[in-house]
């Protein structure tokens, strides 16, 4: 936002009612109707005000460089999507205008992007919002998504996609994306034997990426890796999966306690952007027992708000990302970093402690609906299934054995429910175990595995035999 323009001043230019009508059609198409009306009633009340008008944004800044960043960074993972007029999956651009508006004109000025996001979607509909507003009022972020290639041409070509997508001559802030997976020989395959990193080294001297870092998804070895290139490549910046139940309970095998994994960077003075707050929005719905013992905590507080305040009350993170789709998640999480509020110190025993140790109790998978492994050849809805299995278990509606009280409730219920949410053809019964999705998958998840439990789970809910 240019240093010359107040917050009331930027909504009249950008448009309110642009932003209340857009804000108001993309709840009424992707929602009921009740939650349309209470979109347009939160973006203005009877007198035609904000709710958000005052407060503040938190803002960190990059020891590197001094950017000052919005502790609310926007994930453009997920957009709503629309038909075209060929049938064609296409992004909703009007709605992704609105909600980049309404987040610049309430302190958000990070953007991260990829060119693997929304179908290959994702920079140039990013790059049409922002390239409506003044270059200097935003930071943009963007990744080098060579997964399926080595190939020097195959990488070369993302990254000079990425400025014709997102309309820029520059990028603030470029990550290699998603190491960990393959270590360090996967590291050395991806960017040093094709010449990428010495390329992308003169261009970070060039200016043309203002910081080089990395996003990581993988094991503690892997992490170490990583680390021990910072002398020889500096990274101007490291993104991780960090929240409140991964802080002591990760798995060890796809991920790595992110107590570990920010010490590490804490004590090398790397700033750390958060992807994953919300753990794939499992801290955002937990099980009724968890939300109980947070309402009891804090009757006014949203549940996902305990998650942002969490990962922002740790000093070396410069910015938390949250891919927003809707306006009243934005509008949640803008009310959590205006006027910001660490935690104590007695409320993050009370996360990382009680809550997380009631959490791990319930067996859920670590998906977080990135759909990177998708398509399926065989059509399988890998994430559908997976979402469906940890909505259920969150919501208690989760059958464990034959001997519980009200098995034939639930059991009725999960199988309805399982018919409902996922076609038959794409179900976890078809899957032949080809394992082509599971390279794909950033959380490291072993999906033919899982899907065959799964699949078992079910067939052994079918017959009663649980």
């Given at each position: 936002?240019?240093?010359?323009?107040?917050?009331?001043?930027?909504?009249?230019?950008?448009?309110?009612?642009?932003?209340?009508a857009?804000?108001?059609?993309?709840?009424?198409?992707?929602?009921?109707?009740?939650?349309?009306e209470?979109?347009?009633?939160?973006?203005?009340?009877?007198?035609?005000?904000?709710?958000?008008?005052?407060?503040?944004?938190?803002?960190?800044?990059?020891?590197?460089?001094?950017?000052?960043v919005?502790?609310?960074?926007y994930?453009?993972m997920?957009?709503?999507?629309?038909?075209?007029?060929?049938?064609?999956?296409?992004?909703?651009?009007?709605?992704v205008?609105?909600?980049?508006?309404?987040?610049?004109?309430?302190?958000?000025?990070?953007f991260?992007?990829?060119?693997?996001?929304?179908?290959?979607?994702?920079?140039?509909?990013?790059?049409?919002?922002?390239?409506?507003h003044?270059?200097e009022?935003?930071?943009?972020?963007?990744?080098?998504s060579?997964?399926?290639?080595?190939?020097?041409?195959?990488?070369?070509?993302?990254?000079?996609?990425?400025?014709?997508?997102?309309q820029?001559?520059?990028?603030d802030?470029?990550?290699l994306?998603?190491?960990?997976?393959?270590?360090?020989?996967?590291?050395?395959?991806?960017?040093e034997?094709?010449?990428?990193m010495?390329?992308?080294?003169?261009?970070?001297?060039?200016?043309?990426?203002?910081?080089?870092?990395?996003?990581?998804?993988?094991?503690?070895?892997?992490?170490?890796?990583?680390?021990?290139?910072?002398?020889?490549?500096?990274?101007?910046?490291?993104?991780?999966?960090?929240?409140?139940?991964?802080?002591?309970?990760?798995?060890?095998?796809?991920?790595?306690?992110?107590e570990?994994?920010?010490?590490?960077?804490?004590?090398?003075?790397?700033?750390?952007?958060?992807?994953?707050?919300?753990?794939?929005?499992?801290?955002?719905?937990?099980?009724?027992?968890?939300?109980n013992?947070?309402?009891?905590?804090?009757?006014?507080?949203?549940?996902?708000?305990?998650?942002?305040?969490?990962?922002?009350?740790?000093?070396?993170?410069?910015?938390?990302?949250?891919?927003?789709?809707?306006m009243?998640?934005?509008?949640?999480?803008?009310?959590?970093?205006?006027?910001?509020?660490?935690?104590?110190?007695?409320?993050?025993?009370?996360?990382?402690?009680?809550?997380?140790?009631?959490?791990?109790?319930?067996?859920?998978?670590?998906?977080?609906?990135?759909?990177?492994?998708m398509?399926?050849?065989?059509g399988?809805?890998?994430?559908?299934i997976?979402m469906?299995?940890?909505?259920?278990?969150?919501?208690?509606?989760?059958?464990?054995?034959?001997?519980?009280?009200?098995f034939?409730?639930?059991?009725?219920?999960?199988l309805?429910?399982?018919d409902?949410?996922?076609?038959?053809?794409?179900?976890?019964?078809?899957?032949?175990?080809?394992?082509?999705?599971?390279?794909?998958?950033?959380?490291?998840?072993?999906?033919?595995?899982?899907?065959?439990?799964?699949?078992?789970?079910?067939?052994?809910?079918?017959?009663?035999?649980?």
């Amino acid at each position: 936002m240019s240093k010359n323009i107040n917050r009331r001043e930027f909504l009249k230019k950008t448009g309110e009612g642009a932003a209340l009508a857009g804000a108001v059609a993309v709840a009424g198409a992707c929602a009921p109707k009740k939650t349309a009306e209470t979109v347009a009633g939160a973006i203005a009340s009877g007198d035609g005000k904000d709710p958000l008008e005052t407060g503040k944004m938190e803002l960190r800044t990059n020891p590197g460089n001094g950017d000052k960043v919005s502790l609310l960074g926007y994930g453009c993972m997920r957009f709503t999507m629309k038909k075209d007029s060929n049938g064609k999956d296409v992004v909703d651009q009007e709605n992704v205008n609105n909600l980049i508006d309404y987040a610049l004109a309430h302190g958000v000025n990070y953007f991260d992007t990829a060119p693997v996001y929304l179908q290959g979607q994702s920079e140039k509909a990013v790059g049409i919002a922002l390239k409506r507003h003044p270059r200097e009022s935003y930071y943009i972020a963007t990744k080098l998504s060579n997964f399926q290639s080595n190939d020097r041409k195959v990488a070369m070509q993302l990254y000079h996609d990425a400025f014709k997508n997102l309309q820029t001559d520059y990028i603030d802030y470029y990550l290699l994306h998603s190491l960990g997976r393959g270590g360090a020989d996967g590291f050395k395959a991806r960017f040093e034997d094709n010449g990428m990193m010495d390329f992308l080294l003169e261009e970070r001297k060039k200016g043309k990426i203002r910081q080089l870092g990395l996003s990581f998804h993988g094991d503690q070895p892997s992490f170490d890796d990583m680390m021990e290139l910072h002398d020889k490549y500096h990274w101007d910046f490291v993104q991780i999966q960090m929240n409140y139940f991964d802080w002591k309970h990760a798995d060890g095998r796809r991920n790595v306690n992110a107590e570990y994994l920010y010490q590490e960077l804490d004590k090398r003075e790397i700033p750390i952007v958060i992807m994953e707050p919300l753990q794939g929005g499992r801290l955002a719905k937990p099980a009724e027992n968890v939300v109980n013992r947070l309402k009891e905590r804090d009757p006014q507080a949203s549940i996902a708000s305990w998650a942002f305040r969490f990962v922002g009350s740790y000093p070396r993170v410069l910015c938390v990302l949250s891919g927003m789709v809707y306006m009243e998640h934005l509008q949640d999480n803008l009310r959590t970093y205006m006027d910001f509020k660490p935690l104590t110190e007695d409320e993050k025993t009370f996360l990382d402690t009680d809550i997380s140790d009631l959490m791990a109790n319930y067996p859920t998978i670590d998906c977080n609906d990135c759909k990177y492994c998708m398509p399926c050849p065989y059509g399988i809805d890998i994430p559908g299934i997976f979402m469906h299995y940890n909505t259920c278990v969150n919501k208690g509606n989760f059958p464990r054995n034959k001997e519980a009280e009200d098995f034939e409730k639930l059991r009725r219920a999960y199988l309805v429910s399982y018919d409902r949410a996922i076609p038959t053809l794409r179900q976890a019964d078809h899957c032949v175990g080809c394992s082509q999705c599971v390279s794909k998958c950033p959380q490291s998840i072993p999906i033919p595995r899982e899907l065959r439990r799964l699949d078992a789970y079910v067939e052994k809910l079918k017959q009663g035999t649980l």
